[in-house]
């Protein structure tokens, strides 16, 4: 349906030329850098809670559905890594201690009903979060990479509307 094994080309064919043509205002901007950091790590944290819905069995009959929000999860941490070396021409690392911290809090398993919930509220936060992002963009390329996560997520919030109406309503 989706094609989550392409190479966006994003990365590789605008990597050459940004360094040369970086956007400088971006790049300089720290808040900026801390808000696509934190952006990562709510998306690391969503593709988990979407892997942890999967392992559900109340919710087999919605596998394919949680399946897809899971790879679009995988597809957009990409997305924020090639747009953070776009601009700022660095590659993120993986922050080993917050991934520990998060497993302990994983440790707690809440219930399908409120992990529902609690994914559709942070997907819905998270559409006005990166329509502000795509907005703040001056580049083409970087419009796409949030416009893309922006439909992703909306498309998020109407399956889990969905599916919490379905399973709890």
């Not at 201690?97 to 399908?112: I, Q």
Request: hydrophobic content about 40%.
């Amino acid at each position: 349906m989706y094609p989550y094994n392409r190479n966006t080309q994003l990365y590789h064919s605008r990597a050459k030329e940004t360094q040369a043509e970086k956007p400088s205002l971006l790049a300089q901007d720290k808040r900026l850098e801390e808000l696509l950091s934190l952006a990562r790590t709510e998306a690391a944290e969503t593709t988990r809670k979407f892997e942890t819905l999967l392992d559900r069995a109340e919710l087999s009959e919605a596998e394919q559905i949680l399946r897809t929000m899971y790879l679009d999860g995988k597809k957009h941490l990409r997305l924020l890594q090639e747009v953070i070396f776009l601009i700022f021409d660095t590659t993120p690392q993986e922050n080993k201690a917050c991934e520990t911290a998060e497993t302990e809090e994983a440790a707690e398993v809440p219930d399908t009903c409120a992990l529902l919930e609690e994914l559709l509220l942070a997907e819905m936060d998270d559409i006005s979060f990166y329509r502000a992002l795509l907005f703040a963009m001056t580049e083409a390329d970087l419009r796409n990479a949030f416009f893309e996560i922006l439909t992703d997520k909306q498309n998020h919030t109407v399956a889990l509307s969905h599916l919490y109406a379905k399973y709890f309503g």
